[in-house]
């Protein structure tokens, strides 16, 4: 099958174009071709946009909402074709595509709620006869740069606030996973959605996520994925004067304090740790731990971990599919090097899984180090696979400042029983997410998603405040007095 792109409502079909291999990370099989495209077709993609918008514009925006009420019942009916499509194309267990792919429906039905809100100000004027509102308006053409880890759910973070404020958008997915790019847009046709109000462009980032950044009429990008990618982003967003919004890598820890429930933590930190093989954003890769239950903690880690099942995601019984791909493998061996010459021990885990059928796909074992330093490699840096550093601490003042020492600041989790702790904890946790009693994954749709320092810019993903991203404040001035009023003069 021969991805191509989406554009005006319409397949383009490429004449010369210039396609690449999609493949299983689970099996290595190809399953399809995608078009790697061109700064011509972005030109294309964004004229198509631009036509769309002005007429999309004055389409009410509970009209819009409709839109959405519709595609998220769609994505209701075929959830389980999606997942399926997601796992084969991504890589994670089915139990988890089946919970991203729900993101996504979650993500249609809050943001349609939206078309009939979209909620301004009004506030009373200065003057006398005068009235004063601020409205939200669509800002234009937009454009999505969205990354494989969440091939679906990122995208509907950003694309349905985006359409019901009123834009239309230029989405890049990916060139790891487009699968779930051309299922969208299938559901987008099968819809009615109006055509260039969703367009898709397959490709590279250099060609085509340049191309979205230097194009004039693209007002606003939104970007998930790494951190070198993002800076990327902002240096030529910045230089054109665009409005960038990035979410970025994380590192994230759990604490687990001398007075926590350490069964519940060796649970939360396996889901977080290992779940989706640890390529998530908010994934757990530190566990700050307290001196008084290290021990403890690592054995029932150590224990759990042999349990986790490995292998293709498709399986029901599998717990722990692939990563993505070799170079993710590399990533992972070189970051597991770094950690024993940096002197930390090495618990379980840390090889390459070669084996039977496993040795077709990109397989890596669950791995816990310990006796890890807090400003080593090991604990700084982001690895994105399933590897877990234990940091021994003796307060929670220092596990505070242990889980602020990185350079990122998405999410982090607190294991106690103590009020007081946990209260303390989440002030001073230098995160977009805190959890307590739980692991450092899970955010809610209909909360802001993002993070401090290198991890974003300020802007968020999810909740209302993603349509801050998409849209523009417009203060109104009406006076209806008949005579020139001026501001912050004495009329008098
Ligand atoms: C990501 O890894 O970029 O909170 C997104 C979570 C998921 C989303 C993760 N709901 O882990």
Known sequence: MRLNNYIGGAWQEADVATYTAVTNPATGDEIAQVRLSTKEDVALAVEAAKKAQKEWALVPAP???????????????????????????????????????????DMAFYMAGEGRRLV??????????????????????????????????????????????????????????????????????????????????FGSGADVGTAMIEHPDIRVISFTGSTETGRHVAEIGGRHLKKVSLEMGGKNAVIVMDDADIDLAVEGILWSAFGTA?????????????????????????????????????DETVKIGPVI????????????????????????????????????????????????????????????????????????????EVNNSVKYGLSSSIFSQDVNKVFQAQRDLDTGIVYVNAGTTGAEIHLPFGGTKGTGNGHRDSGVAALDVFTEWKSVYVDFSGTLQRAQIDNS
């Open 120 to 201: 301004g100000e009004t506030v009373p004027s200065e003057l006398q006869n005068k009235f004063a509102m601020s409205v939200r308006a669509p800002i234009g053409v937009v454009g999505l740069i969205t990354p494989w880890n969440f091939p679906v759910a990122i995208a509907t973070w950003k694309s349905f606030p985006a359409i019901v404020a009123g834009n239309t958008f230029i989405w890049k997915p990916a060139t790891e996973t487009p699968m779930m790019a051309y299922e969208m847009a299938l559901i987008f046709e099968k819809v009615g959605l109006l055509e260039g109000v969703a367009n898709i462009v």
């Open 63 to 105: 009209k819009r909402a409709d839109y959405l009420y519709e595609i998220g019942r769609l994505m209701k009916e075929r959830k389980e074709h999606l997942s399926q499509v997601l796992t084969t194309e991504m890589g994670k267990v089915i139990e988890e595509a089946r919970g991203e792919v729900q993101e996504g429906i």
């Open 325 to 400: 791909n070799e170079k993710a493998l590399e990533k992972i061996s070189n970051y597991i090097e770094i950690g024993i010459e940096e002197g930390a021990k090495l618990l379980a885990g840390g090889h390459i899984l070669k084996d039977g059928e496993l040795g077709n796909g990109h397989y890596f074992e669950p791995t816990l180090f310990t006796n890890v330093k807090w400003d080593s490699r090991l604990a700084q840096e982001e690895i994105f696979g399933p590897v877990v550093s234990l940091i021994e601490v003796t307060s929670l003042e220092e596990a505070i």
């Open 278 to 314: 640890g390529q998530r954003c908010t994934a757990c890769s530190r566990v700050i731990v307290h001196k008084e239950v290290k021990e403890e903690l690592e054995r029932k880690l150590v224990a759990q971990m042999a349990d986790l099942t490995i292998g293709n995601g498709l």
